[in-house]
């Protein structure tokens, strides 16, 4: 009888076609010469990395030396990231940021073929803006209501889960990557929150018509963040039998698996109930200031993977601009942030050979939190309190720990008008409007008990 023992002294590791070659063996009477040849008829064999990075287009240029070694930082991660067998296409944005020297950066785009990649999209899957004509709604009022209604920080809302369709929670429990207990609360508690960071909810008045418009930003929270795990570990599992050599920080899914099939569903499930959560906050919004015009609504996402035949496009903050990505665009509109006092832009715009069909999903950074912070208050002298008051001057600010987080200040960005001069330059979309600010919420300095060194 032919066992997995049998297959281990043959040479080979415990995979998961063990049993089917197991079964296969013993049913045909196969000897040691007949089961290798067996076992090379129906196992892949291993892809080996790309001797040398594949280019990639670069939709940025530096105007001074922080942005310069910002750029050198983010193209280094890049090239550490395009030796993987599965990478065909590559760029990066204005906004593009380095998040560590062996990931994906801010700004980046991968495109793969017949692969999901877990850790390109990153833990904050379908992080997204949607914006909401309030018409003529006084934005004071209208910033007031929606104080009163959000709800940043850690944790969820533990009285309102009943606010998960039934129909969106049975697909939820029907998806081996989301179906279980904590995924499931996670679901029920965390609608109608928006996290931590850089996620804000916006209230300005359009350049165009002087109607006033709330802006959302947020993704999927604890929910996206478990189906991140999860498809890490499963995608490891992969990597290890189809590419052991490849870079162990990427690993990924091949799409016509089941397991692969499943997790695209679990993405879109994701989608699904980001949306809703950004649904749920522009209602009760709605409902609050009495809007009584046809409010129009649109959205989209800048931090997912988007599919176009069997080629992958792993977008850590970037806008699609090709509607083929945004299959529920009403208008070809895209919401890209610049930061609180230069406002959002609107854009509309088509693919081209060096966008892939993306654009930028903010101004970006060129420094990290810590370091942005250590500059100002040295180079000031001033306290935290005295910077926000000094960068927000005419602008009402809120943030809803109460404790201002100046690292999410004007400064700390990259300056707004030379991103929008190189989203002209690079051709990544037409600003067709501009969303002007009259004040935000955000989340402030909040305990964040997950870094405590235990």
């Known amino acids: 009888m032919v066992t997995g023992q049998t297959l281990i002294d043959l040479g080979y590791k415990p995979s998961k076609w063990f049993k089917n070659v197991i079964d296969y063996a013993n049913t045909n009477n196969l000897e040691s010469d007949a089961i290798h040849r067996y076992i090379d008829s129906i196992v892949p064999k291993t892809l080996e990395p790309h001797s040398q990075p594949i280019s990639f287009h670069k939709n940025i240029i530096a105007d001074n030396q922080y942005e310069q070694s910002n750029i050198d930082s983010v193209c280094a991660a890049m090239n550490n990231i395009l030796t993987i067998p599965t990478v065909v296409n590559a760029a990066i944005m ?30 904050d899957i379908c992080c997204s803006m949607m914006a909401t004509d309030l018409g003529f709604t006084t934005p004071r009022i209208a910033l007031e209501a929606a104080f009163k209604i959000t709800h940043f920080g850690v944790g969820g809302r533990t009285s309102h889960h009943r606010w998960l369709p039934s129909d969106l929670k049975d697909k939820i429990i029907s998806n081996y990557y989301l179906n279980s207990p904590k995924s499931i609360n996670y679901a029920e508690y965390h609608l109608g929150t928006q996290g931590d960071g850089n996620h804000f909810l916006f209230i300005g008045t359009r350049q165009s018509d002087g109607h006033t418009i709330m802006v959302t930003h947020h993704g999927s929270r604890g929910f996206g963040a478990n189906l991140y795990k999860e498809g890490l570990y499963k995608a490891e599992q992969f990597r290890q039998e189809l590419s052991p050599n490849s870079n162990p920080k990427h690993p990924w899914i091949p799409f016509d698996t089941k397991e ?15 949306k809703l959560n950004h649904e ?19 959205w989209n996402e800048h931090n997912f993977v988007f599919k176009k035949d069997d080629i992958f496009y792993h977008a850590k903050g970037a806008t699609p601009l090709d509607d083929i990505f945004v299959p529920d665009s009403t208008n070809g509109l895209r919401l890209i942030p610049m930061n609180m006092r230069d406002g959002i832009l609107v854009v509309k715009g088509e693919t081209t050979e060096t966008n892939l069909g993306f654009a930028p999903h903010g101004a970006g950074r060129n420094l990290s939190r810590s370091e942005h912070k250590r500059l100002r208050m040295g180079i000031t002298g001033k306290t935290q309190e005295q910077i926000f008051q000094d960068e927000t001057e005419g602008l009402d600010v809120r943030f809803f720990s109460g404790q201002p987080d100046i690292t999410e200040l004007p400064s700390a960005y990259k300056d707004a008008t030379k991103v929008k001069e190189q989203i002209k330059q690079f051709n990544l979309g037409n600003i067709v409007d501009e969303i002007l600010p009259y ?15 235990k």
């Open 94 to 123: 204005p906004d593009a940021c380095p998040t560590g020297p062996n990931d994906i950066p801010v700004g980046g785009i991968v495109a793969t073929k017949n692969a999901v990649h877990p850790s390109m999209h990153s833990a």
């Open 260 to 274: 692969g099939q499943d997790y695209w569903e679990a993405l879109q499930i994701t989608r699904e109930w980001t």
């Open 280 to 298: 749920i906050l522009h209602g009760l919004v709605k409902q609050k200031v009495f809007s009584s015009i046809d409010n129009e609504t649109f």
């Open 439 to 453: 004040g935000c919420i955000m989340a402030g300095e909040i305990d964040k008990p997950w870094r405590r060194k």
